[in-house]
């Protein structure tokens, strides 16, 4: 029972698991910064885009005689 204790105690598979988590999560954790940070810069951009996208596709629509 005792040997068996031991071998439980020196088994070490499971902290590279608990290690990995951990590296996972702080990355997570930075992107969640950094998009949150860029977000608002982002949605301008697509909105700017979104935008000219509309503008040609109206312009394309209005000068087709059909």
Not at 44 to 63: C, I, R, W
């Amino acid at each position: 029972m005792f040997k068996t204790f031991k071998m439980v105690l020196r088994d070490e598979s499971g902290a590279t698991a608990i290690e990995y988590g951990l590296i996972a999560a702080l990355v997570s954790v930075a992107a969640v910064g950094a998009l949150t940070t860029m977000g608002g810069s982002l949605g301008d951009m697509f909105g700017f885009v979104s935008t000219k996208l509309e503008d040609a596709k109206d312009a394309g629509t209005s000068t087709s005689g059909g």
